[in-house]
Structures are given as C-alpha cells and as structure tokens.
C-alpha cells in the first residue's frame, strides 16, 4: 500500500480506546456535493418508509436505506477505493479485513433519527461491524440529526435497558460538517438526535475485521428490544424479560 499522510498507528489507538474516531475535511466538498446530489436524485425529499410499523414505532428509528454499490452507482467507489481510508481500515481491524456493504440513511424533515442501539450484539468482543460513515452535506443544531456516542461503551457489553432516547451524562454530540469521516464500532452505544432540517443524510461503507460472519449486523441491539433486519421481527423484548 502506498504512503499515506496520516498518524495511522496513533489514530487507531485512539478508536480502540473510545470506540470511534472524528475526521473533519477528510473528503473534497466536490466528491461531497456529487454524492449528495445522487442521494436526492434518488430519494427526493419525501420518500416513503422502508421498515414496517412495528419497527418505526417500537425502535424509535425513522431511516431510509439505500444501498447505492448495488444498483451500480459506481460513483460510491471512490470513498470505497479512497487509500487512505483503506489504511487506516487495516490498522484498526487487522489484515484480511473486509468492506460489508455501503448504505445510505435518508431521514426525512420532522423525523425521529435513531434511538441508542449497538449495530450488532456485543457478547462475543471480536465480532463487530465499523461504520465508516461519511457526511455529504452538513449536520447542524438548525437541522438536527447530531450522532450521539457514548466513549468507551465498546468496552462495556451489552446496551442497558430503559428510555431508548435517554440522554446519558457521559455522551458526547457530534456534529458532523460535510466531508468528515466518522468511524465508529458497532459495539459503541450510538444514537441520532431528531431530524428539523429539509433532510439528513449519511452514507456508512460498513467494514469488519477477517472471520466475522457476513450477517453481523442483521440483528441490532435497541434498550427495549434485539431486532432481526433479515426477517423484520423482534427477536427479543428486553423489557419483557426483566
Ligand atoms: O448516521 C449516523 O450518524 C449514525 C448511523 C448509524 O447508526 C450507523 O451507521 O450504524
Ligand atoms: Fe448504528
């Protein structure tokens, strides 16, 4: 791999030890604003939902996904094949590590955002996505849609039970501009403040370490519930069993 002019080593400590990790200007406005443009092309500003009622209401998560590589934008390739996010990729995980998969999650105006969850479920500590998530356009308190992240929880186990939006004294706000990079363990307690603005989007190149099973992340971690993407059912109450 070529040289690339970045800390790699230091950074990536830096994301073990609090479970992600914050790079301002890290992508050209101008590679910003074409994603961006593609992003509303193809979702306008009022698309419908994609997940069913149960799942709106009970994970308190109002996102639409669209997996842009799959039907052959190949615009997306250039985040994808960006050298330097692929160095500081290995560094992280590891040799033999591997791109999952890149969805986009639109979120209409007046919209919920995320309630706190993990991307997959904690017990085993060596299995785990990072979101390699990218911000096409900016995220301000006007618009909303700040990503909440509690530092170090990737060490922590499993997501407590109670308010699935509860505001943590240890949480930390993150306002992404356009052009940041976020990388983020899907083990971190993570959430997304509610959408004001005309719209909010982020872009995740999911990425995870060598021998993680290509599912991880079917099933996500909410404090009310464990929920399985592949088959839309809640495969565990978590207020139910406590
Ligand atoms: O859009 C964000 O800022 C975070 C999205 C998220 O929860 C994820 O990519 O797993
Ligand atoms: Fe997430």
Same mark, same amino acid.
């Given at each position: 791999?070529?040289?690339?002019?970045?800390?790699?080593?230091? *950074?990536?400590?830096?994301?073990?030890?609090?479970?992600?990790?914050? *790079?301002?200007?890290?992508?050209?406005?101008?590679l910003?604003?074409?994603?961006?443009? *593609?992003?509303?092309?193809?979702?306008?500003?009022?698309?419908?939902?994609?997940?069913?009622?149960?799942?709106?209401t009970?994970?308190?998560?109002?996102?639409?996904?669209?997996?842009?590589?799959?039907?052959?934008?190949?615009?997306?390739?250039?985040?994808?094949?960006?050298?330097?996010?692929?160095?500081?990729?290995e560094?992280?995980?590891?040799?033999?590590?591997?791109?999952?998969?890149?969805?986009?999650?639109?979120?209409?105006?007046?919209?919920?955002?995320?309630?706190?969850?993990?991307?997959?479920?904690?017990?085993?500590?060596?299995?785990?996505?990072?979101?390699?998530?990218?911000?096409?356009?900016?995220?301000?308190?006007?618009?909303?849609?700040q990503? *909440?992240?509690?530092?170090?929880?990737?060490?922590?186990?499993?997501?407590?039970?109670?308010?699935?939006?509860e505001?943590?004294?240890?949480?930390?706000?993150?306002?992404?501009?356009?052009?940041?990079?976020?990388?983020?363990?899907?083990?971190?307690?993570?959430?997304?403040?509610?959408?004001?603005?005309?719209?909010?989007v982020?872009?995740?190149?999911?990425?995870?370490?060598?021998?993680?099973?290509?599912?991880?992340?079917?099933?996500?971690?909410?404090?009310?519930?464990?929920?399985?993407?592949?088959?839309?059912?809640?495969?565990?109450?978590?207020?139910?069993a406590?």
């Amino acid at each position: 791999m070529m040289t690339v002019n970045l800390p790699i080593e230091e *950074l990536a400590k830096q994301f073990w030890k609090q479970g992600y990790l914050v *790079l301002e200007d890290f992508f050209e406005p101008e590679l910003m604003d074409q994603y961006d443009q *593609l992003i509303l092309d193809h979702f306008g500003y009022t698309p419908e939902f994609f997940h069913n009622e149960e799942f709106l209401t009970k994970a308190a998560t109002e996102v639409i996904p669209w997996f842009p590589q799959q039907e052959g934008v190949s615009a997306f390739d250039i985040v994808e094949n960006d050298e330097r996010l692929k160095v500081l990729s290995e560094a992280i995980l590891g040799e033999g590590w591997s791109s999952l998969y890149c969805m986009t999650m639109f979120s209409k105006q007046g919209t919920k955002g995320q309630a706190w969850h993990q991307d997959c479920a904690p017990e085993d500590a060596a299995k785990f996505n990072m979101n390699r998530l990218i911000y096409t356009s900016d995220i301000t308190p006007e618009i909303g849609g700040q990503t *909440l992240v509690v530092p170090g929880s990737h060490k922590r186990g499993e997501l407590t039970i109670g308010d699935v939006n509860e505001e943590f004294s240890d949480q930390i706000e993150l306002t992404p501009t356009k052009g940041t990079l976020v990388l983020l363990h899907g083990h971190t307690w993570h959430r997304v403040r509610p959408v004001k603005g005309k719209y909010r989007v982020s872009t995740n190149y999911r990425s995870m370490p060598k021998g993680t099973p290509e599912d991880i992340t079917d099933i996500c971690v909410y404090r009310n519930m464990r929920y399985r993407f592949e088959t839309n059912e809640v495969v565990e109450d978590r207020l139910a069993a406590n």
